[in-house]
């Protein structure tokens, strides 16, 4: 079967999916506690930022009393799942990753009603979550559950060392990437023979109630894994004060971030807090690059999913020499885009989550009509009919601005680039690196000891060379590692690596000493 045919029929089921998963829009939704469903007086209606006259269901306000009762819960859970052989887990999990595979279509549609992405964007968000699970169970056998034999501590004896679940997390997800970075996450810790208390993003509680919907399916006990809905300021603030929380992995912004390390540092007993909060990715183009990929691969970093991924290119660094040449033929092709409704085939961007996100993208824009730069192209809110229901916006590129302006420093979250020019190699990794944050980066050149300068001096958890589908996105589970160093991550191990499982547990050295030998 060739690409087309296979296309063809991924866009048919894709469409199935579509007329299956209207049927079931506007209900009213549980939480889920001690696999029990869970109500309360109030509820939120989760409404789609394609088409905000649609609502995707109805979702409870959950409490502070309600995660006290997930957390119970995750603790009367944990003994059993702990206790389980680690073997036991994984052919679980297993399962749980081949749930998200049988319902990829269904998964992806409740994708795109949640989050506003485009059609491969939701089918990649589903098929990273399964890689997601996968992966991390291959990294438990390929160490054989953590436990490694160390020298011998004499008197006939025997030593070990042992990595062993901390007991209950709290998985705290975004709006992003409403599948992957739950299942990440979720599914480390519980392979890890942690138990969960999951608390979805307020604008994507569907996509966080098919993730529980598939932990069930593949066979997790109950109380293992628990779905409370709510905002941060109820829900979330209760999981980074309640005592029975042994750790929290958060991807969201700095602040919120920042503020759980330090509500984590006021207990009286530390907790591994593990933050993912975003970043401000640069791109360098020198002499010797191939502008075409060039152009390509910063249009998929800087408007992808909206700009709306915090590894996005929001700023790209152009030798002098050819920044004209670069920047018309990036205007050019940005313009050729297609923005819709991202249900629709053809459609490349879709809408922002909300009307915040759309205040921030016109502030950033008159901000820098005011301050002198010189939008090439984009810059409007789009609000013709039927866009006038949604949150849609063009991707905007910002020329002419000064490189010490914040628009270059400022994390943003919407489709804005700007564009700075730079004399030398040298000069682009300073302005790179000036900057609080650092998860990705990447350069543009064929020449390999610019490359490996850029490696070497550019300070990013994720770098990359000349890679057209994408310069600063697209890491995957076992290919390459996501995390970011500085204000980016709180840990330097990123997900999908070799090192991320362990942060879900904590060593013990265990010694025996042969009680025979001791007698003689």
């Known amino acids: 079967m060739n690409v087309s045919q296979d296309m063809a029929g991924f866009h048919a089921a894709y469409d199935r999916a579509i007329g299956t998963m209207r049927k079931t829009l506007g209900r009213h939704h549980p939480m889920f506690i001690d696999g029990q469903s869970v109500w309360t007086r109030e509820e939120t209606i989760d409404r789609s ?43 679980v999990m297993r399962r749980v990753a081949q749930a998200l595979r049988t319902h990829r279509f269904e998964l992806a549609v409740a994708i795109a009603y949640d989050a506003g992405k485009n059609r491969l964007e939701c089918a990649g968000d589903v098929e990273e979550s399964a890689d997601f699970v996968d992966y991390y169970c291959s990294q438990m ?38 599948l992957a970075l739950a299942t990440g996450p979720s599914a480390a810790a519980l392979i890890a023979g942690n138990t969960v208390v999951f608390k979805p993003a307020s604008d994507t509680p569907f996509v966080g109630l098919k993730l529980y919907e598939m932990m069930v399916e593949g066979g997790v006990p109950r109380g293992a894994f628990n779905l409370v809905t709510g905002s941060g300021s109820t829900v979330g603030q209760e999981l980074v004060e309640n005592g029975g929380i ?60 909206q700009g ?8 790209v660094y152009v030798a002098c020499d050819i920044r004209e040449r670069f920047v018309d033929l990036l205007a050019k092709k940005t313009a050729s885009v297609k923005i819709g409704n991202p249900l629709d085939r053809d459609v490349w961007l879709g809408p922002l989550i909300n009307e915040a996100a759309v205040k921030t993208y016109e502030r950033a824009v008159r901000q820098a009509v005011e301050d002198g730069g010189r939008i090439l192209i984009g810059g409007h809110r789009l609000t013709d009919d039927p866009l006038c229901h949604g949150f849609y916006v063009e991707p ?62 550019v300070e990013a958890g994720v770098v990359y060379a000349n890679r057209s589908a994408g310069i600063t996105t697209g890491a995957w589970p076992g290919v390459n590692p996501f995390g970011g160093w500085k204000a980016s991550g709180s ?3 990123g997900s999908g690596g070799p090192y991320y499982l362990q942060q879900f547990m904590r060593e013990q050295s265990q010694v025996r000493v042969n009680l025979s030998c001791q007698k003689e």
């Open 49 to 91: 930022p394609i088409d905000t006259r649609v609502q995707v269901g109805s979702f409870q306000k959950g409490a502070a009393d309600h995660v006290r009762d997930a957390v119970i819960a995750a603790r009367r859970a944990s003994p059993e799942w702990s206790g389980r052989p680690w073997p036991e887990r994984i052919a």
């Open 141 to 178: 056998e390929q160490n054989q559950g953590f436990l490694k034999e160390m020298q011998s501590p004499g008197e006939g004896g025997i030593s070990h060392s042992k990595l062993r679940p901390y007991g209950v997390w709290a998985v705290i997800a975004p709006f992003n990437f409403p």
């Open 246 to 305: 042994d750790g929290i992995v958060f991807t969201g912004s700095k602040e919120v971030g920042m503020h759980l390390a330090r509500s984590s540092a006021l207990r009286t007993t530390p907790r591994p807090v593990i933050t993912e909060m975003g970043g401000k990715n640069p791109t360098v183009v020198m002499p010797s690059a191939h502008l075409d990929k060039a152009v390509e691969g910063v249009l998929r970093s800087a408007f992808g999913a």
């Open 308 to 315: 709306q991924k915090c590894s996005a290119c929001s700023r």
């Open 396 to 457: 905007t590129i910002i020329d002419r601005l000064p490189n010490t302006h914040p628009l270059f420093s400022e994390e943003l979250f919407v489709p804005i680039v700007v564009i700075g020019d730079v004399a030398s190699l040298t000069e682009a990794i300073e302005l790179a690196n000036r900057t609080e944050y650092g998860l990705t980066a990447g350069i543009f050149s064929e020449d390999p000891e610019e490359i490996d300068c850029f490696f070497d001096h």
């Open 491 to 493: 840990t330097g191990r």
